[in-house]
């Protein structure tokens, strides 16, 4: 009896121990990631001299590139993604926007409006991954000034709806971080979000003179980011109107956003495509509120996600970094995405593409894979140049190397508010 009660009792000794070590590691685990969760931040502050409002307002362009990047690719890849994505999907609830492409037969069937996707987020991505003062940087920024040059002049691309667009762009990451992520934004890191699309909006001819500071000039990139927001609203409350051609495009979009579903599931991407939406885009694109079931449980996956991020998941590492397009050109002057999630446009057919994971789950989808189709999905990559609707194609490369050279003389990586 007594060498019984004995083992019970280590028994119940040792199982504590183990108890008590599993809380310790537990414990110390959650406590480095703590101590180290805002090192990244931490660093950005130390490293760029922008603490104060003065300060601010002499961010360089190049400085503002660099610390969107870190945001982009390090701190919050994923839901600064979504935003940029859906900032996009949002200038669709305007009429004049949303009519405009379905004129020019950019949305009239799939094959186009992917392509449409994969060039737009190209040509976003390439000014945004690359240095100001870099040659990709600035063929994306001059490839797109082309593309727009034609009907902007014909007043078919309103001015408004042009800084609408651009308003969305950096204010849509600011207001995602700040719902679903980890940490709102500093006011440094949003500063610098403002300095750099206030200088992409310089370089693709965008007029402010309609913002109360557009002709005296704006104090730093806080101050247009809070001028331009103001008068987004404004013109949202008076323009973000249902129509047709509003849903008829958002259907198309959608189409995309839930590719990578299986057929079963696409409703439900639906639903939570929606869940992003606030009643004045859902109502402008005519699309159904999402079941009050599927808005909680949303909204219960992203406070999870948040409160994991935060106090579970360490920092990303840097070779984890969201790197979207090869660094350089091959032996044909042509880039390759890295990822893709609608059809697979400028996606190199290496056997990782054609056979990883991602590759095995697109082929039980009967989804097609890099390579597939000949040149439908232009295996061979992208040359910037091209980029944009295929009667585009091969044309205006004189005017895109002269409005190359206005670009490199006036943006030239200094403060735009100096």
């Known amino acids: 009896m007594r060498s019984h009660a004995l083992i019970g009792a280590l028994a119940e000794a040792t199982l504590q121990l183990k108890l008590l070590c599993s809380l310790a590691a537990i414990t110390t685990y959650l406590v480095l990631v ?6 990244r931040r931490s660093a950005l502050h130390k490293k760029y001299p922008y603490q104060t409002r003065n300060s601010m307002s002499k961010m360089t ?6 610390i969107q990047k870190t945001i982009l690719q390090m701190e919050f890849p994923f839901i600064v993604l979504k935003s940029l994505q859906f900032a996009l999907f949002r200038t669709y609830g305007i009429p ?3 009519t405009l492409l379905l004129k020019t037969s950019q949305f009239s069937d799939s094959a186009t409006s992917f392509k449409r996707y994969a060039d737009t987020g190209t040509l976003i991505g390439e000014f945004m991954a690359f240095d100001p003062n870099s040659e990709r940087a600035q063929t994306a920024i001059a490839r797109t000034n082309f593309l727009h040059k034609g009907y902007r002049a014909n007043g078919k691309i309103l001015e408004d709806d042009m800084l609408y667009t651009l308003s969305l762009f950096a204010t849509e990451p600011i207001r995602f971080v700040k719902l679903y992520e980890w940490r709102e934004m500093t006011e440094m890191e949003r500063c610098a979000v403002g300095t750099y699309w206030k200088s992409l909006g310089d370089a693709l001819g965008i007029s402010y ?11 730093d990139g806080i101050h247009w980011l809070e001028e331009v927001s103001i008068w987004s609203q404004a013109y949202e409350a008076q323009h973000m109107k249902p129509h047709p051609r ?3 495009i958002a259907e198309k979009t959608i189409d995309v956003l839930v590719y990578n579903l299986p057929g079963f599931m696409k409703p439900l991407g639906v639903y939570f495509a929606s869940c992003l939406m606030d009643d004045r885009l859902r109502n402008a694109m005519m699309l159904d509120q999402p079941p009050a079931l599927f808005a909680a449980l949303f909204g219960s996956m992203l406070q999870l996600r948040r409160l994991y991020l935060r106090y579970v998941a360490l920092p990303r590492p840097t070779f984890m970094r969201l790197d979207v397009f090869t660094e350089e050109p091959n032996e044909n002057g042509r880039n390759f995405v890295l990822f893709y999630e609608g059809a697979p446009f ?3 057919p ?3 593409n054609r056979w990883g994971p991602v590759a095995l789950f697109k082929r039980a989808l009967g989804q097609p894979l890099p390579g597939d189709g000949g040149d439908k999905y232009y295996p061979q990559g992208y040359y910037t140049p091209d980029l944009g609707p295929k009667y585009f194609e091969g044309k205006g490369r004189k005017e895109l190397e002269f409005i190359k050279e206005s670009i490199r003389m006036q943006r030239t990586g200094q403060c735009p508010f100096s």
């Open 246 to 248: 509003n849903k008829e």
């Open 350 to 352: 290496t056997i990782w």
């Open 96 to 98: 004049t926007i949303s």
């Open 34 to 39: 703590s101590s180290i969760r805002f090192r």
């Open 61 to 66: 362009n190049h400085d503002a590139w660099a």
């Open 346 to 348: 400028y996606v190199q």
């Open 209 to 219: 003179a309609i913002l109360p500071s557009g002709n005296l000039g704006f104090r």
